[in-house]
């Protein structure tokens, strides 16, 4: 894994959660749905069945959502630590405001009073120093990437 790979991570983690939480909210209006709508005809109507279903999807699906945000906080940590490590405050500074705050390239160029090449040329030599936490590169099911 490279050291922007190691990086990015936040974001794409992000990316998922901000998903998951889209099709959480889907999941509480369907549960909500069934649970207002009229009784269906026939001997056993099948309304509470379909309920607890909505239910158990909506249970699965927020447990899935707390995992990843479980996992972004650790890869967060880990990424604010390797940033930390950089020592140019330059450097550190392009990272974070990269990596932590999600910033644009022209965003970054314009806080920090320089062009834009400037602003590729210190995030590339900070990659350099940036070095990733040992524990950071073991993921998901212990699987080494």
Same mark, same amino acid.
């Given at each position: 894994m490279t050291a922007k790979e190691f990086l990015m991570q936040g974001w794409q983690i992000e990316s998922r959660i901000d998903?998951?939480? !889209?099709?959480?909210?889907?999941?509480?209006?369907? *549960? =909500? /749905?069934?649970?207002?709508s009229t009784p269906k005809q026939g001997p056993r109507g099948g309304r509470r069945k379909d309920?607890?279903?909505a239910v158990a999807a909506l249970a699965d699906a927020e447990a899935?959502?707390?995992?990843?945000?479980? !996992?972004?906080?650790?890869?967060?940590?880990?990424? *604010? =630590? /390797?940033?930390?490590g950089v020592q140019i405050i330059r450097q550190r500074c392009v990272l974070e405001m990269r990596y932590r705050n999600y910033?644009?390239?022209?965003?970054?160029?314009?806080?920090?009073?320089?062009?834009l090449r400037t602003v590729y040329r210190i995030h590339g030599r900070a990659l350099t120093h940036v070095r990733i936490p040992r524990a950071a590169i073991v993921c998901?099911?212990?699987e080494v990437v």
């Open positions: 998903k998951r939480a !889209e099709e959480l909210e889907r999941l509480r209006e369907r *549960a =909500e /749905a069934v649970r207002t309920w607890t279903d899935r959502v707390n995992r990843e945000i479980v !996992e972004l906080c650790r890869i967060k940590a880990d990424i *604010a =630590e /390797a940033i930390g910033m644009t390239w022209e965003r970054i160029a314009d806080v920090m009073e320089c062009d998901h099911g212990g």
